[in-house]
């Protein structure tokens, strides 16, 4: 089983920037997973918002694209993702996400984005707050 351990939320005005970290631990290797992002804002439904595989192949959701960098560092076991622009839409929960994939899987990670559900592996969240 994996468990995935979500850091660096908190609260800024818009405009500002924010990194999110989330460490690994448990499972298999942690190459052999593609791992994501999901934002759920507040009353709405859960949102793809960038995901990578280990190759570092990359995938972001439309509403974030050229905002928001997603990256990895496998020797740390960690997935980050890099906030910049932050906008009061971008409110919410972001949960961390792990899914089986192979090492350069940009199916796997597209999916993941598309579909917020795919993932099998998720974290506990962490809270991002916008102020206007």
């Known amino acids: 089983r994996v468990v995935l351990v979500e850091s660096g939320g908190g609260s800024v005005q818009a405009g500002g920037s924010l990194r999110l970290s989330c460490t690994s631990s448990g499972g298999n290797s942690y190459s052999e997973y593609c791992m994501g992002w999901i934002h759920q804002a507040p009353g709405k439904e859960r949102e793809g918002v960038a995901a990578?595989?280990?190759?570092?192949?990359?995938y972001y959701g439309a509403s974030v694209k050229g905002r928001f960098t997603v990256s990895r560092d496998n020797a740390k076991n960690t997935v980050y993702l890099q906030m910049n622009n932050l906008k009061p839409e971008d409110t919410g929960m972001y949960f961390c996400?792990?899914?089986?994939?192979?090492?350069?899987?940009?199916?796997?990670?597209?999916?993941?984005?598309?579909?917020?559900?795919?993932?099998?592996?998720w974290g506990q969240g962490t809270q991002v707050t916008v102020s206007s």
């Open positions: 990578v595989d280990s190759a570092g192949s990359t």
């Open positions: 996400v792990a899914e089986s994939c192979n090492l350069s899987d940009y199916d796997v990670v597209r999916a993941m984005v598309v579909n917020p559900h795919v993932a099998a592996n």
